[in-house]
């Protein structure tokens, strides 16, 4: 069994150091309290307790189950003094907390940092620099920048602030990146006048260098639309044409001009294929000043395109990129595995839906695609319209989703919004802390809410008055706006021009402990209801109120999930069904271990993402799907019909000891912490393996902590 310390880093559980500490307190008075063998039994039994826990304990919980049990003898004043012994020492910690988090993950010995991000590697230089700036961020955001009872409902995992540790700087979560008006009007990168490309390649090139430069101004993903690459290909075209004709006269041959066609079709294939490869390996290979690469979504919509032209254009870019992406990309081993990013969004719609369909074969495509990556994942136009005021538009990096906004002339505009930051409530924690009593329930609702609020204004607050020269190519240079040089950012933050987003997490345990049954139970299921609808009424109430763009989301708790749950435990105790876990589970979800079919699932969550305005995407767990397309086709077709955004998870593993290519099994290793191991030779070494597994509507491929970890083992299959 492991502890946490304070500073991060595991070691073995000792009950040596308890009985020490004890004995330290119990002599330090005038008579001793407690005998040597009492002394010993309170250690067992705390050791007893942190097993049943069935995870690494902090050094805090130790203590606290050490308090309880001093308590239950009887021994008051011993318990007094081990508390001030305790506060002494902590006096001592504050002021170099900081310090010794940063050693501890230079020398990468900090696991707390090192599983905090799936798709960061801590033992690279450039995210060691950004987790230290962020240490140093989060410790002037704690004392400094946010009030204190914020601070203390954070550490308490009664609401999580998301991103602290980049709040100290004035940057905003995600975007839509308008790539359109910056291919099209020209940008300004590093100083350097970047004009409208001319040509497929060099678009997709410029694309890359608009990517890195927004991931690096900006902590959340972005989003871009293949349909803004589109109107290159048609300019490809008419160059290559014009230099094929000069070829044919330059070499004296009569041809026709359907040969010609032949060629120049021929050749632009060539060169969307060279433009869409730009952008998978430079998006795969570049470093952003946050030690990862850009977490970029993008966005495959047919009906976006300006006519019948610009859509067959467009279809080639998205064939290509579902070619690329089945494809994979190599390891160091030169063994082609399934990457991270860029995230892949496809459309569902009329035109792609059905057999007889124009572009059925983008969507077959796409089946084999997620079958084997895991991507793309589904956006049915048909739901989002009915849902989003007519419209279909791209999500946010993994899920968060703008409101509709009209600008001046009336006319509806996505390109170019952002979400100003999130707070989650942890719904399980109200719950809990109600006893089961429902009038209590909704009164504490109503305290957690209005704490939320002041913590989403601190969020807001903290952007206003940002200069747009804090990040030229977001506010000058037209990835959000074409603001003045000295211009202050604050007209994008009202009106709901962009938005920002009251979280939520553990909608499943909330309903389990105040009605004794799963969300899923038709008894159960109004009350999940009640509280998504209480939660959408605040949101309104506080828009109307501030003229700023509130709505729920349901968040992507990664590394939350396990830091609400040991919280919960810390603050209740292990009640069965609902804080025996070491995670809670995400947003409005099933619960991963319940048994539900496929079809069943995404029904039921559908009702919930319609009330999830601010984002939200549902998920079915299949087994290898890459015999049974057929069956993964009819996954998606009912997608189209029932819900507005899903994906299927499907398992994406390599041994790099023995080569085996199958899915990486979850067990249980040294001291009950969970480890990956290749059912075939046995390897434990993650060095040595390649994972890809969903976490949070995004893939992971730098491992978990043992909160999601486990959520992992338990996901059941759907299908």
Same mark, same amino acid.
């Given at each position: 069994?492991?502890? &946490?310390? /304070? +500073?991060? $880093?595991?070691?073995? %559980?000792? $009950?040596? !150091?308890?009985i020490a500490a004890i004995t330290k307190a119990n002599q330090s008075g005038e008579k001793k309290a407690l005998s040597d063998e009492q002394i010993i039994d309170i250690a067992?039994?705390?050791? %007893? !307790?942190? +097993? /049943?826990?069935?995870r690494a304990v902090s050094v805090e919980e130790v203590q606290d189950m050490v308090e309880d049990q001093i308590m239950a003898t009887g021994a008051f004043d011993l318990a007094r003094r081990y508390v001030r012994y305790r506060y002494q020492r902590s006096l001592v910690r504050k002021a170099n907390t900081t310090d010794n988090r940063i050693l501890t993950l230079i020398e990468c010995n900090n696991e707390e940092i090192k599983q905090e991000n799936s798709n960061k590697n801590p033992t690279v230089n450039s995210v060691q620099r950004d987790y230290m700036a962020g240490e140093v961020s989060k410790d002037i955001t704690r004392r400094l920048l946010l009030p204190e009872k914020i601070v203390e409902a954070d550490n308490l995992g009664i609401i999580h602030f998301h991103d602290a540790d980049y709040f100290a700087q004035h940057m905003h979560n995600c975007d839509l990146v308008n790539l359109d008006d910056m291919l099209q009007n020209g940008t300004v990168i590093s100083d350097t006048l970047i004009e409208k490309p001319h040509s497929f390649s060099t678009a997709c +090139? &410029?694309?890359?260098? &608009?990517? *890195?430069?927004? *991931? $690096? +101004?900006?902590?959340?993903?972005? #989003?871009? #639309?293949?349909t803004h690459l589109a109107p290159f290909v048609q300019i490809s075209r008419e160059k290559i044409h014009k230099e094929v004709l000069e070829e044919v006269e330059m070499l004296g041959c009569i041809t026709t001009d359907e040969c010609i066609e032949e060629i120049v079709e021929k050749r632009l294939r060539k060169e969307i294929t060279k433009g869409v490869q730009t952008i998978q390996y430079q998006v795969i290979t570049l470093m952003t000043t946050n030690g990862q690469a850009p977490f970029l979504t993008i966005f495959m919509y047919l009906n976006e395109a300006k006519d019948e032209r610009e859509k067959k254009d467009l279809a080639m870019i998205i064939e290509e990129t579902l070619k690329q992406r089945h494809q994979g990309v190599k390891n160091e081993a030169g063994v082609w595995i399934t990457p991270a990013f860029p995230k892949l969004i496809y459309v569902l719609e009329e035109d792609n839906i059905s057999e007889d369909s124009n572009y059925y074969y983008l969507t077959e495509l796409a089946a084999k695609c997620t079958a084997k990556r895991l991507v793309p994942d589904y956006i049915s136009e048909k739901k989002m319209k009915e849902l989003k005021e007519g419209n279909c538009f791209p999500v946010m990096g993994c899920r968060s989703a703008l409101s509709p906004w009209k600008d001046e002339n009336g006319d509806y505009k996505f390109y170019g919004r952002f979400n100003q930051g999130v707070v989650t409530l942890n719904l399980v924690d109200i719950a809990l802390s109600s006893g089961g009593d429902m009038q209590k329930f909704w009164e504490i609702f109503d305290d957690r809410l209005e704490l939320c609020y002041e913590a989403l204004m601190c969020r807001h607050n903290r952007l206003k008055g940002t200069l747009s020269d804090a990040a030229p190519i977001l506010w000058q240079y037209g990835a959000l706006a074409r603001l003045k040089k000295g211009e202050t950012i604050d007209s994008l933050l009202y009106g709901g021009y962009s938005t920002i987003s009251l979280g939520y997490a553990g909608l499943y345990e909330c309903t389990k402990y105040m009605t004794g049954k799963s969300h899923t139970d038709p008894e159960a299921t109004s009350f999940a209801l009640d509280v998504m609808k209480y939660m959408n009424i605040a949101c309104d109430k506080w828009k109307e109120e501030t003229d700023i763009g509130f709505s729920i989301y349901g968040s992507p708790i990664e590394s939350t999930t396990y830091k609400f749950a040991k919280c919960l435990q810390k603050r209740f105790g292990i009640v069965k069904g609902i804080t025996d876990k070491s995670y809670i589970t995400n947003s409005y979800h099933v619960h991963v271990s319940e048994e539900i079919d496929a079809f069943t699932k995404l029904q039921f969550e559908s009702q919930f993402q319609a009330l999830s305005q601010g984002g939200a995407v549902s998920y079915v767990e299949v087994p290898n799907m890459q015999d049974n397309i057929p069956a993964v086709l009819q996954l998606i077709k009912f997608i189209y019909n029932n819900i507005m955004y899903a994906e299927l998870n499907t398992k994406s593993d390599y041994c790099q000891d023995c080569g085996y290519d199958g899915e990486m099994q979850i067990v249980t290793g040294d001291g009950s912490k969970l480890i990956w191991e290749c059912p075939k030779c046995g390897n434990q070494n993650q060095d040595r393996m390649n994972v890809a597994r969903r976490t949070c509507g995004y893939i992971g491929t730098q491992y978990w902590n043992q909160g999601r970890t486990q959520e992992i083992k338990e996901r059941v299959l759907h299908l």
């Open positions: 069994m492991k502890i &946490i310390k /304070r +500073n991060g $880093s595991e070691e073995a %559980f000792d $009950s040596k !150091k308890i067992d039994y705390v050791e %007893f !307790k942190c +097993n /049943r826990l069935q +090139n &410029i694309a890359t260098q &608009i990517i *890195a430069q927004v *991931a $690096s +101004n900006q902590y959340g993903g972005q #989003s871009i #639309s293949l």
